[in-house]
C-alpha cells in the first residue's frame, strides 16, 4: 500500500512512507475545497443573470437595463444583493468557532461530515428558492457548510500528511478550490444560455454534487493519529492508525512527539485565551513550497499580485468613465492583468493562506487556531463582499489602487514577521518561533513538568 516516499529518522523527520492510504484520505477530505471553490465562482456569474435579478433583485435589473444616466462603476450598488453574496461569509465566521469545539472534543471527521450536510442542504434550498428570503438562508446554510469544512479540512490534511510532503498533500484542498471555481464557470456558461430563465435554478443546485461526493465520503474517512491521540485514553489505537498512514511499524518517534504534544495540550484550558496571549496567522503554499519555502512563494506572488493591481487601476483609470464604454483592446489588456493576479494569487496567497495556519499551531490550540484563521478570512471576505459595489461606485478605478496597497501590507509582514516552516515536523513547530528574531522573545517554552510557560 506504499507509494513509495521515503520518510527516514533523521533530526526533525520521522520514519514512513507516502501510503496510498492517506492520499485516498486527503483526496476525500480534499474535496471540501470544491464547494468553497464552487460558491466562489458561481455567484458571481448567477448575480450577473437578468432573469435572477429581475425576480429577485429588480432595482439592479432597472439601472441596468433602464437607466442610462447612472455610472458605469454604480450599477450593482445594491445591499440587498450584497447581503445574498456576503451572507455566506458572516454565516462562515460564526459557524468556524463552532466547528472549532466539534473538532477538538469529537475529531476532524465529524467537522468534515458536518460541513458537507450543511453545504448539501443549503444548495437544495438556494435550488428551489422562491423568494429572496429562501435564497438568503441557503446561502447561510452555505456558510455553515464551508465554516465547518474549512476549519476542519486543512487541520486533517496537514495531520494526516508525512512532514516532508505536507505542502504538496495541502496543495489538494486548493487544487480542490480551483476545480469549484472552473466548474462553476463553466456551468454558469452553460445554464446562463437557457432561454426559459430558470438557469440559475441548475447553478445553484449543482452545489450538491461536490457537497454530496463530501458528506459520503467523510463517512469512510479515518480519524487522525493526532486527534485519536487528543480525544483518546488508548494511545495504541493511535499507534496502529499511525502505523498505517505511515506504511511502517517504526513510527516510535513520531508517537512520543504526540503524545507529549497532547499531554501539553491538556494543560490547556482556554486555547482562544492562550492565543490572544502568543500567536498570529498566515497563509498556505503550492507543490514547490516544500522545495523553496513558503517566504518565497509569499514574496514573489505579492509582487505579481500589487504589479497587476496597480496596472489595471491604471488602464480603468485612463480608459473607462463614468458614461460611455472601453475598446476591445484596452479591455482584453484589462482581463490580462486580472488573470495575472489571479494566477499570482493561485500559486501563493491563495494556497499558503490554508497550510501556513494550519501547520504552526501546537495540538493545544490548533483547533481553536485554524477556527479563528477562518474566522478572520471570511469576517475580511465579508466586509469586502458587503462593501465592494459601493467603494467601486465612489472610488471608481481608485478601488484597485487602495487593494494594491493592501498587497503591500501584507507582503511586508510576512518579510519580517514569517518564518520558515517548510519540512519541519508539525509536533516540532515550536523551535521554528524560538529561533526567531521577533517571536522568541513572546512564545512559551515547555517546563521540566511538561507544561506551558509565556515570558
Not at 247 to 255: C, H, I, K, P, S
Not at 318 to 338: C, E, H, M, R, W
Not at 428 to 446: A, P
Request: hydrophobic share 50%; aromatic share 12%; net charge positive.
Amino acid at each position: 500500500m506504499a507509494v513509495g516516499l521515503a520518510i527516514t529518522s533523521e533530526k526533525g523527520h520521522y520514519n514512513g512512507k507516502m501510503t496510498l492510504f492517506v492520499v485516498l484520505s486527503c483526496m476525500i477530505a480534499a474535496t471540501g475545497g470544491v464547494i468553497f471553490g464552487y460558491d466562489i465562482g458561481i455567484s458571481g456569474g448567477v448575480t450577473s443573470m437578468e432573469p435572477f435579478l429581475k425576480k429577485f433583485f429588480p432595482e439592479v435589473y432597472t439601472k441596468m437595463n433602464e437607466d442610462t444616466k447612472i455610472s458605469n462603476y454604480c450599477k450593482f450598488d445594491s445591499q440587498l444583493l450584497t447581503s445574498f453574496t456576503s451572507s455566506l461569509y458572516i454565516a462562515g465566521l460564526v459557524a468556524s468557532f463552532f466547528a472549532s469545539s466539534v473538532t477538538r472534543v469529537f475529531g476532524r471527521k465529524p467537522s468534515i461530515l458536518l460541513g458537507g450536510a450543511a453545504f448539501l442542504a443549503g444548495s437544495a434550498l438556494g435550488g428551489a428558492a422562491l423568494n429572496v428570503y429562501m435564497l438568503i438562508f441557503g446561502r447561510i446554510l452555505l456558510g455553515i457548510g464551508v465554516g465547518f469544512a474549512n476549519q476542519s479540512v486543512p487541520l486533517y490534511l496537514s495531520e494526516m500528511a508525512p512532514p516532508n510532503y505536507r505542502g504538496a498533500i495541502n496543495i489538494g484542498f486548493q487544487l480542490c478550490v480551483g476545480i469549484g471555481v472552473l466548474s462553476a464557470n463553466l456551468i454558469n456558461f452553460g445554464t446562463e444560455k437557457i432561454k426559459a430563465g430558470w438557469g440559475w435554478r441548475i447553478s445553484l443546485a449543482m452545489a450538491a454534487v461536490p457537497a454530496s461526493i463530501l458528506t459520503l465520503g467523510a463517512l469512510f474517512l479515518p480519524e487522525t493519529p493526532n486527534s485519536l491521540i487528543q480525544n483518546s485514553k488508548d494511545p495504541e489505537k493511535a499507534k496502529l492508525m499511525l502505523q498505517r498512514v505511515r506504511g511502517t511499524n517504526d513510527v516510535q518517534a513520531e508517537l512520543d512527539d504526540l503524545i507529549i504534544a497532547s499531554s501539553i495540550s491538556k494543560t490547556i484550558k482556554h486555547p482562544f485565551k492562550n492565543i490572544l496571549q502568543s500567536t498570529f496567522s498566515t497563509f498556505i503554499s503550492m507543490l514547490i513550497v516544500d522545495k523553496f519555502g513558503r517566504r518565497a512563494l509569499f514574496m514573489i506572488g505579492g509582487i505579481q499580485m500589487f504589479l497587476s493591481q496597480t496596472m489595471v487601476g491604471v488602464l480603468m483609470a485612463a480608459q473607462l468613465g463614468d458614461y460611455g464604454g472601453i475598446s476591445k483592446g484596452y479591455a482584453s489588456l484589462i482581463i490580462i492583468f486580472i488573470c495575472t493576479y489571479v494566477a499570482g494569487f493561485a500559486w501563493s496567497w491563495g494556497p499558503l493562506g490554508w497550510l501556513v495556519p494550519s501547520e504552526i499551531f501546537p495540538l493545544e490550540i490548533r483547533s481553536a487556531g485554524q477556527s479563528i484563521t477562518v474566522a478572520v478570512g471570511f469576517l475580511f471576505t465579508f466586509m469586502v463582499a458587503q462593501t465592494f459595489l459601493t467603494m467601486l461606485c465612489h472610488l471608481k478605478s481608485g478601488i484597485f489602487f487602495f487593494f494594491g496597497g493592501w498587497v503591500v501590507v501584507m507582503s511586508t509582514f510576512v518579510y519580517f514577521l514569517l518564518p520558515e516552516t517548510k519540512n519541519m515536523p508539525i509536533e516540532q513547530m515550536n523551535s521554528v518561533w524560538r529561533e526567531h528574531w521577533f517571536w522568541k522573545r513572546i512564545v512559551g517554552v515547555v517546563n521540566e513538568d511538561g507544561k506551558m510557560e509565556v515570558p
